[in-house]
């Protein structure tokens, strides 16, 4: 059988990360997660510093890109790599804190089940926006979940 779905002409796979996560929860997750980020003393002002569009905007945005990363919906069509590119700079703390704050939303809001299994996901598309920003080939992406750990001793 081959690798390649859409070459036999199969439907993408829409099976969600976790079954419980619906888009009522999702939309709670990024208002409350967004919500945090602009009262965050350092997170909030590399925000209203980046910020293209208005934040009514970007929260629609962003519940339609995770919806298509944790439901599977194929919705969004934008580029996360350049728009964090454009920003001023982000330290591997900043990437620390977003993701610290999105463990603390997902886990008030969702089936601990389901927690893991999103952050997972997170941690892997901040590597890769945190990748695009140390080009050095020796540059080692950080072990996000020790990171958090090494902080909350
Ligand atoms: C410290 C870390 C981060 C900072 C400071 C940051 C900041 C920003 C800013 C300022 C924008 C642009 C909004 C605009 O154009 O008006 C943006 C867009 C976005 N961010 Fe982040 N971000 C961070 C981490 C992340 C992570 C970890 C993810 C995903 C897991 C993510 C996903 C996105 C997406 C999908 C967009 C929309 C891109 C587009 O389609 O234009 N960001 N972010």
């Known amino acids: 059988m081959s690798d390649f779905p ?15 996560i619906d888009a009522a929860q999702i939309s709670a997750l990024v ?7 602009r009262a965050h003393e350092r997170l909030g002002l590399l925000f209203a510093n980046g910020m293209e569009k208005d934040w009514p905007e970007h929260l629609e945005r962003m519940k339609a890109f995770w919806r298509s990363v944790l439901l599977k919906t ?8 350049p728009a964090h590119m454009k920003l001023e700079e982000i ?3 900043d990437f620390n804190q977003w993701l610290q704050m999105f463990e603390e939303t ?9 927690v893991p299994l999103v952050l997972k996901t997170a941690e892997r598309i901040a590597s890769s ?7 050095d080939p020796f540059s080692k ?9 090494a902080q909350a001793l």
């Open 129 to 135: 926006l945190w990748l695009a920003r140390n080009p």
């Open 106 to 114: 997902a886990s008030s809001l969702m089936v601990p089940e389901a």
């Open 6 to 20: 859409i070459i036999q002409g199969q439907k993408a796979d829409r099976t969600p990360v976790h079954p419980s």
């Open 91 to 93: 330290t591997t703390d």
């Open 141 to 149: 992406v950080p072990v996000w979940s020790e990171l958090r750990q």
């Open 31 to 37: 208002d409350q997660f967004y919500a945090k980020v």
């Open 74 to 81: 194929g919705e969004y069509k934008g580029k996360p790599v």
